[in-house]
């Protein structure tokens, strides 16, 4: 059963444009959410995180914006730049309890 | 600061062998690591949270007597598949959390890529 959704596999957009990473959850018990990033042969970094009780937090070029409503979160890059290819989870935890991550979205930048 | 390392990076092992990986967290102590399992197009599953001085909890669904866990110390976890099969092949990735603050978050490590031939 997955609780934390990526729909869209992969995306691409232009160096300089806004590149949107979508992420839907099913349980409504999670209250806090986090975006990581991933390379190749690479663990995942943390990105920025945002608690249930916000709906957007922003963080230099990163900000994370979430729908309880609709158990929906996203991520917004802007500008995008090519160092920012990567594959992005979104992942979601109940208080200090285990994380559930999504399956992922292959983001490429293009120069 | 909040590093953390696998190894090794990449194994090959033959079927009906046994493999282990290791977790270190290089600057911090870590009484929490989480074993985590990756298969291809698919998201991070947690296979199985290691605690230090204390016996592991298995996610449902993973064999304790295969996938054995050894938390031996603040900076040290290891995971042995053992009698590895080709369907255990896949990406393992540990994340510790750091004691010293108390903090929810989970660092983690470069991952392992197992192929069971």
């Known amino acids: 059963d997955q609780q934390v959704k990526q729909n869209s596999p992969s995306l691409s957009v232009q160096e300089g444009r806004i590149s949107i990473l979508n992420c839907d959850y099913t349980n409504s018990m999670f209250d806090y959410f986090l975006w990581y990033k991933k390379y190749p042969a690479e663990g995942p970094t943390f990105l920025i995180s945002i608690s249930s009780i916000k709906d957007k937090n922003e963080d230099g070029r990163f900000t994370v914006f979430l729908n309880k409503s609709a158990k929906h979160l996203s991520l917004h890059i802007v500008p995008s730049q090519p160092g920012d290819s990567a594959v992005y989870f979104c992942?979601?935890?109940?208080?200090?309890?285990?994380?559930?991550f999504g399956t992922g979205t292959r983001l490429t930048v293009i120069p | 600061g909040a590093v953390v390392s696998q190894h090794p990076s990449r194994v090959i092992c033959k079927s009906g062998t046994s493999v282990k990986i290791e977790c270190r967290s290089l600057?911090?102590?870590?009484?929490?690591m989480f074993w985590y399992r990756q298969f291809p197009k698919q998201s991070l599953m947690l296979m199985a949270t290691?605690?230090?001085?204390?016996?592991?909890?298995?996610e449902q669904g993973v064999e304790k007597d295969k996938f054995l866990i050894n938390h031996a110390s603040l900076t040290l976890s290891t995971l042995t598949v053992t009698s590895a099969h080709p369907e255990d092949s896949s990406f393992y990735i540990c994340?510790?959390?750091?004691?010293?603050?108390?903090?929810?978050?989970?660092?983690f490590g470069p991952g392992t890529r197992l192929t069971v031939t």
């Open positions: 290691s605690n230090e001085g204390s016996k592991a909890t298995y």
């Open positions: 600057d911090f102590q870590a009484t929490t």
């Open positions: 994340s510790a959390r750091d004691a010293g603050t108390g903090s929810s978050e989970q660092y």
């Open positions: 992942a979601a935890r109940t208080g200090a309890n285990n994380l559930f």
